[in-house]
């Protein structure tokens, strides 16, 4: 099955700074990367997702990036703010089957100092 | 809210006793999935629903752990002989056929199992 890594697990900026978070993915036929952003004790809650024909997604000041031939995709978070604090995970769906399941990350702590 | 709901949020109970959680998800979502949450590690997938019909079980669901959707809408899972192994969140998700990848997380339900 898929295998989905994720780096670093703990991320410590300061406001106004940029994040970057990055996940590798083991299965090649994965062709969907959503990354969930979770605070705590609330649901995750999907913040920007990408599809592998499509190398690189801007939603306001969240991208994404995904390079398939080296199967790692990217967060990047920029201006940094308080409200961005939480647990982010990535996740992959493969497409060798039809359940279209979701294969997640261990998950990154953000912590945005003031 | 027109949102996944789930309920109860949160479940205590004595190991050895049978709980069951139910999850409503969004409208006309044909797919519902469940997935445990372990502290400090990524949703992992359990089983889900194409409307009615239980299409895939993970391995982790045990002959004591079971799921129904009756009419294609709300499902409940049920965890029978609770141990204390069986403390996670239990996420509930749904997705939409015509993007049946993305997936939108309910608030979970908490079990503990004392």
């Known amino acids: 099955g898929e295998n989905v890594e994720q780096h670093p697990s703990t991320l410590s900026v300061q406001e106004g700074d940029s994040a970057v978070i990055k996940c590798t993915y083991s299965d090649s036929a994965s062709n969907y990367f959503p990354w969930y952003k979770q605070e705590l004790g609330k649901r995750p809650q999907l913040i920007i997702d990408?599809?592998?024909?499509?190398g690189e997604k801007k939603d306001q000041r969240i991208a994404v990036t995904l390079n398939k031939t080296a199967k790692h995709f990217s967060l990047h978070i920029t201006e940094t703010q308080p409200e961005d604090s939480a647990v982010y995970f990535c996740a992959a769906v493969s497409s060798r089957s039809n359940d279209y399941k979701l294969s997640f990350g261990a998950g990154t702590t953000v912590t945005v100092r003031a | 809210d027109t949102g996944v709901s789930q309920d109860p949020r949160h479940k205590i109970t004595k190991r050895g006793q049978n709980v069951t959680f139910r999850c409503d998800p969004i409208?006309?979502?044909?797919?519902l999935y469940w997935y445990r949450q372990t502290l400090g590690q990524g949703p992992e997938f359990l089983t889900y629903?194409?409307?009615?019909?239980?299409?895939?079980k993970s391995r982790l669901l045990s002959d004591r752990f079971s799921a129904e959707r009756p009419k294609g809408s709300f499902s409940t899972l049920e965890i029978q002989r609770t141990e204390q192994g069986d403390s996670a969140m239990y996420l509930c998700?749904?997705?939409?056929?015509?993007?049946?990848?993305?997936?939108?997380f309910g608030p979970g339900t908490r079990l503990l199992v004392l």
């Open positions: 629903f194409q409307n009615e019909a239980q299409l895939e």
């Open positions: 998700a749904s997705s939409f056929f015509h993007s049946e990848e993305t997936q939108y």
């Open positions: 409208s006309e979502h044909n797919r």
């Open positions: 990408i599809r592998s024909n499509v």
